[in-house]
């Protein structure tokens, strides 16, 4: 039985037709929760809203999605009349939104990365001043394979940036073991996770044979991903540099660790197949993973090499940026959210 | 009052040093124009202008070219004091530009399609109404193949559009022989060809892992396309069709010739030989053209197939459409209008 | 001899538990169908026989896929005590298969093209000479839309070629008025459909940033498809280039149709929206459609156009070759068979 | 004055006439480097023999390149008959073939790994035992910028290795300053850097929309950036993990650079620019640089960042794998072994 928001408020919702709204619906991460959404079993999607492209269908824009509604005008009298909300804003925008949804009692997982740090100082070096810090303690962040207990009582999920999901997942077995000295991440990531802005660096012809770094050397997924391993033990300051690719959805995360110095050797391999036998979402692998593997579905699939000459362990992880990285995420918190089992709707 | 070659004036320019602008070379292009004009022997590119990024340099927006000069403010006391310009402007706002330039005695190479039609009516039907009809005479086809002696002399050059180039070189010989009964083009191009602005249409996203057709059922080079055709001998009223490929330049016309019933029985490959001998940018091939062969080339590359079990003749025809289809074309009919060897720079 | 529903033997079979097995699941199309049928809420994937491969993992060769299987050595005792069998053998090689598991009882859905055509005849003069012409009229042609109810008894279903479903969809409305005079279809395809062999047609680098025809101007698929429309009245020598594009999965069809002169004035739309009203898999789109819109569905997407100026009418329709052009319909067409919702599995 | 080969034999060849074969001109770097010494101006491409593909001709297998020329069947009777010979066949058969053409006086570019170890117990470390040490003195590492004098005499010259010339050209400048303490190199690479042999990995299914790592965790490039490196001054142990991409040419080396702890401060930046001041074929840009910039080029483009959080140097280096990873710079090599402008043909 779920139990309800932190704040202990009883839930609204019947368990077999809790309604939905997505706040931002015509971006790529929006649209792709929206989708699984109407299809999802025990989740009514009730509205779409847009921050552009209000009175369009989302069938029309994104055909593949099959979604027949239309992107409606922000009206929140109706449209947080619900169970809960996923929130597709971007970062900055998405806070004040998630704040008056909270305040209306809506359960809120917010794509954006304004709740995902917890301390509004790390915010504010990396993005701007927050602008409801008070609400910082109420977020969880939403990486299920690590805080589901709290995602399940939790009012606001911060659903992880799509390089943290990767990255924290395929680092975090060896992160609880202490024994990571430093660590240099290399991401590679496909054009859908710039999102669908209509820029010279998306367009077709800028992307198209070509691969080259971006964020260099201060991207801002970086202080996310160092909290995470920070509170798993491993309190270091990582290189983390992103490449854009010429493909549509996926990231590899392609993770350099460099081990303490006199620490007791560590059987990597088994320590990752112990920490995620039941995970239903993580996927070992022997060789090194690709995106494709994973191409729409809310799998992290990761391999582990250890290299004898350098004493470094490699690990790749690969995942669907808009699907684990965004959108199918959301859904599985959600999920977590309303006591339905964890894969409804995105397996 | 242009003189103008036709007219019989001796030319002006020192054939060791023709300067040249280029007008909008911002774009696609027109960069393209710079970039083989800056490397050329004989031409001194004296001025790149911009319609947007003025100030920018072109090797900072196109590195590729490695062409060390900044775009300007368009000034024409100062860049119409050149021999010969390169107009790469939009449909409708490059006649007037060219107008200007002519008045100032410059010979000019237009890009766009505002002097590409005869008529004027034509044009109106498909674009609007033409802003300089009284030029309309003095514009040559600058389809070398067809028009070399009369691009010699011209004092405007309208540069085919990417589409008709291919085309008509494809059917060209056919056409000349009179047994054309009827035409289905369907036409494949890659994205450069939809020009350098950020536009849905043109998101790697939305191209990638896909392809469809667009300005169906009438886009704006179907009538250049029947212009040329009917004055090679084939009258008729064409089916034009462009699709968008997810690839970068290359443009293949495949193009579905019903004879005329009755007529003698035409030795198509026979034909295609005899008119393309001694053409040094036409290939013939024996096996279905791809793109590929003649991407960064000036080369239209043909095959020709003959179908027992329909009698139609199938032709395809492959260029670049930034090169043949515009760029390296210009530079070519430029060579033509000074006088050079005609691939100087282009082969 | 075998006892086929066609006969009237009641079924063997318990519904709930349907056991199939897939022959030929190394290659693209065999592995998709025993993804979709280890899915399958009825059907139970009993075994999976490769022609190469054996031995090995279905989920180390198609992670994607994630069927936990190993590819068998053939054994028809053991693989052949099944209600259904998915044949996914090259041309040639499934029909001596077919027949064998035809005598066995099996129901089968053969994704070759050896029961396609119903004249040996034709099969002799685009293939071979016919090993097994004495079942041809045991087969039926299966392509739901059009033979449903065919289908539904059927002991052998000729699942269509991936061309001719889109061909066959898109012109089949329009074939039924007996109004067309002529067609032209120019298709093109994503390399999927070359198969999984490794030559250097489906190398990367032969496909990359490019385009071109094959089987010029006999290609296989031409009958199968003129079959179908002379059966529906369009009794056409039709023209048919399938091209080559740098995407995996997809197919588009281009067809240009000339109307009979003459005739009645068609609304073309109207015939269209009424032809596939009712249709699950079928959907009309206003503008050209694009295969991304189907990826990875079962889905048939339409667009119709008429062209004033020629009187031609243009027909676009985009499939996904692995599914509708092959594994998915054939899930189709076993379901129809087993008595099942028809989008059960494939939705 | 070329003064001839380090052994002190007078030159046998008329220097504007140096006739070249080239072996192994079937492959990938073969068919580019008979393609740019086809239209060299000095160099006279004599022959090109084919290890496969014997009696076809280059510009149907290549019609891209257009080198009217058939591959022949080796015959060292007449194809060493030349002044130089570019070798690209693969590692181990190479060795053979390159001390033939040594002891017939011939000088050798090789594009093998033969002879770029040194030392033949890491040869045989990394390949197998060497079969031709003895001649491991005789060869200069072919990397222009770094052995330009050396390589004026060589009788034979290894060509170094693609992702090799990527990451020692990026390093070389940081590595002279003693201050590396530790180096990671994640490296992207296009397809045709695995050659022409159809492969499941090379086949576009496999390769399109994908990203992978390969050689994890010990790639053959990895021990001559190391000797390499070791020569300059950072004799580290480094991490190299390649990358498969979705693209045909092009390569990114992301290095990833820990300084030694206590060291004196350096300035980057201006380390690169001194060092590359008057090199023609290396490019220093002011951000992340992408392989598009480079492609078709003999140019390495690189960019140098700081980053003031871990106190790393991060460089990226993007060059041609085909160009300046193996053909062009083959025949840069060429140039200086004849006294010729470095950059002639390849500019």
Redesign the interface.
């Known amino acids: 039985m779920p139990s309800g928001p932190r704040g202990g408020t009883p839930l609204r919702y019947d368990p077999a037709h809790a309604s939905v709204s997505v706040f931002g619906a015509g971006g790529?991460t929006g649209a792709l929760a929206a989708r699984l959404l109407h299809r999802h079993t025990t989740f009514e999607l009730r509205a779409d809203t847009g921050r552009g492209d209000v009175g369009r269908r989302l069938d029309d824009l994104y055909?593949?999605h099959r979604v027949p509604l239309e992107l409606e005008q922000l009206d929140l009298d109706r449209h947080a009349r619900v169970d809960a909300a996923v929130v597709a804003y971007p970062h900055g925008a998405a806070a004040e939104l998630v704040a008056e949804l909270h305040r209306r009692g809506v359960r809120v997982v917010d794509l954006s990365a304004d709740f995902r740090l917890r301390d509004a100082a790390v915010y504010e070096e990396w993005y701007r001043p927050h602008p409801e810090p008070e609400l910082l303690p109420e977020a969880v962040y939403g990486l299920p394979e690590r805080y589901r207990d709290e995602i399940k009582d939790a009012a606001i999920v911060a659903n992880p940036g799509c390089y943290p999901t990767a990255a924290i997942l395929a680092l975090a077995p060896l992160a609880r073991t202490g024994a990571i000295g430093?660590i240099?991440i290399?991401a590679?990531s496909?054009?859908?996770g710039a999102g669908?802005a209509?820029?010279?660096a998306?367009?077709?012809?800028?992307?198209?044979?070509?691969?080259?770094?971006?964020g260099?050397?201060?991207h801002r997924h970086t202080p996310e991903i160092e909290q995470e391993l920070a509170a798993l033990g491993a309190g270091v300051?990582?290189?983390f540099?992103p490449?854009l690719?010429?493909?549509?959805?996926?990231e590899?995360v392609?993770c350099?660790v460099?081990l303490n110095p006199g620490g007791d050797r560590v059987d990597a391999r088994a320590i990752y197949r112990e920490a995620y036998a039941d995970e239903p979402f993580v996927e070992l692998?022997d060789t090194?993973?690709?995106?494709?593997?994973?191409?729409?579905t809310n799998i992290c699939?990761i391999s582990v090499?250890?290299?004898?000459?350098?004493g470094?362990v490699?690990v790749?992880g690969?995942i669907d940026n808009l699907w684990k990285g965004a959108a199918s995420q959301a859904v599985q918190n959600l999920n977590l959210m309303f006591g339905l089992p964890e894969g409804e709707g995105i397996s």
Chains 1, 2, 3, 4 share one sequence.
């Not at 090499?305 to 350098?310: C, P």
């Open positions: 790529y055909p593949y430093d240099v290399d590679k496909g054009v859908s669908r209509a820029t010279d998306a367009h077709f012809v800028t992307v198209d044979e070509n691969v080259n770094a971006y260099v050397p201060r300051t990582i290189t540099t490449h690719l010429p493909l549509d959805q996926g590899l392609s350099y460099t692998a090194p993973v690709g995106v494709r593997a994973v191409r729409e699939r090499h250890e290299d004898e000459r350098t470094r490699i790749f690969a």
